[in-house]
Nanobody
Framework: QVQLAESGGGLVQPGGSLTLSCTAS????????MGWFRQAPGKEREFLAT????????YYTPSLKGRFTISRDNAKDTLFLHMNNLKPGDTAVYFC?????????????????WGQGIQVTVSS
């Protein structure tokens, strides 16, 4: 399995931006796809974005409407989620996850390693 650690969360005002990072160790980073998920209070965990092992292919949940961008730096074993125009509804615990293969996927059961999660709070 891959060990994952998120960073970069915190409190941000509505309309602001934040970038989350996820550092991986334990496997060769470009051999597996990565994804971002989040879980708001009282809600199920939801898929946000995924990126292939090479970093070439990405997919987003349509509801993000272009506000979030997923990227990865394979030389630094790090995944990113750049979040713009944040809204109070984006308040949640955000998780990064590593898939079993290099192909990106939206299905939670195809991810076998998860970070502990990091809190993002959007509030004035």
């Amino acid at each position: 399995q891959v060990q994952l650690a998120e960073s970069g969360g915190g409190l941000v005002q509505p309309g602001g931006s934040l970038t989350l990072s996820c550092t991986a160790s334990g496997r060769t980073f470009n051999e597996f796809a990565m994804g971002w998920f989040r879980q708001a209070p009282g809600k199920e965990r939801e898929f946000l974005a995924t990126i292939s092992g090479s970093g070439i292919n990405t997919y987003y949940t349509p509801s993000l409407k272009g506000r979030f961008t997923i990227s990865r730096d394979n030389a630094k074993d790090t995944l990113f989620l750049h979040m713009n125009n944040l809204k109070p509804g984006d308040t949640a615990v955000y998780f990064c996850a590593a898939a079993r293969s290099p192909a990106y996927t939206t299905f939670e059961d195809r991810y076998d390693s998860w970070g502990q999660g990091i809190q993002v709070t959007v509030s004035s």
